[in-house]
C-alpha cells in the first residue's frame, strides 16, 4: 500500500436525524456543519458534526428500502454504520479487499472525490469505505462530502478529539487482522491504529461496531449533560445513536 490511511468520518445511523444530532451536538459541544443533498438519491437524509479532523456523519432513511433501514431492520438499530477512511488510492484498496473476497458494494465517483465502499457481510461488522480527493493530505482541506466550509464549524470547546473506534466480535483478534489485512495497516493483537483514530476489537456475541472513544475537556460535565437529555450513564458510557459513547480525559 502506498500513502497513508486515516480516519476520515464514522457514519451511525438512526430511525430519524433527531433528536440524535441535537443530542450529540448538545452533550458533546459539536455543530452541524453540512448536510449533504447527495444522499438523497439514496433515500437518505444527514447531518456531519465535525470533532476535531473526523467528521461523524448520522444517517436517517425517509423511504422504504434503503440499506439503513434494512440495517435497522436487522439490527435494532445497535450498532455503527460504516467507518470511512482517507487514503491515496481507493481504486489500491479496492484491489486489494477483492484479492481478500471482499466485495466492492458501491463505488462513488464525483471528481475531484473519489469513494469505494466495501460490502459490510464480506468486511464483517461494519462499513468500510475508502475514499480520496484532491490535497486530502491536509486533514483539513477540502471534502465535498462535508461542504465547502466544513472545517470553520470544528469547535474543542467541550470535545478535543475521536480517539476510538470499538467493534466487537466472538474473534476480536480474527476481526482485527481482517481489518488490518483490508485497511493496509497491519494489527497490533486486537488493534488497528491509524494514527488519528485507533480501532480496537473486544469480544461480544454479535459483529458490530459498537462504541466510539472522545477526549473531553471535562468528562464530568460531558456526561452530566447526557444525564440531563435522558441517557442512562455508566461509567464514563453512555449510549447514542445505537453505539456506547465513551468519555475520556
Known sequence: MTGTT???????VAPRLEPVVGHIAAIMGLTVC????????????????????ILLEVVA??????????????TGGRGGYMAILSCADPRERQKNA???GVRT???IDRPPYLGVQLHPRDCR?????FNHTANSGNMRGPYPP??????????DDVTLALTGVTLTSPDPQGLSS???????????????????????????????????????RDPAAVLRAAQTRGHAVTADTFVLGGVDFRITA
Open 6 to 12: 486515516r480516519m476520515r468520518q464514522v457514519c451511525l
Open 61 to 74: 432513511p425517509f423511504r422504504e428500502g434503503t440499506s439503513a433501514g434494512r440495517f435497522i431492520d436487522k
Open 34 to 53: 453540512h448536510r449533504d443533498p447527495n444522499v438523497a438519491r439514496y433515500g437518505l437524509e444527514n447531518a456531519l458534526l465535525p470533532v476535531d479532523d
Open 146 to 155: 462535508a461542504g465547502p466550509d466544513w472545517h470553520k464549524a470544528i469547535r
Open 98 to 100: 477483492e484479492a481478500l
Open 105 to 107: 458494494s458501491h463505488v
Open 178 to 216: 481482517h481489518w488490518g489485512r483490508i485497511i493496509g495497516v497491519p494489527a497490533a493483537g486486537t488493534e488497528v491504529d491509524l494514527g488519528n483514530c485507533r480501532i480496537n476489537v473486544v469480544e461480544g456475541e454479535s459483529e458490530i461496531m459498537s462504541g466510539l472513544t472522545f477526549r473531553v
Open 125 to 129: 461488522a461494519a462499513f468500510i469505505e
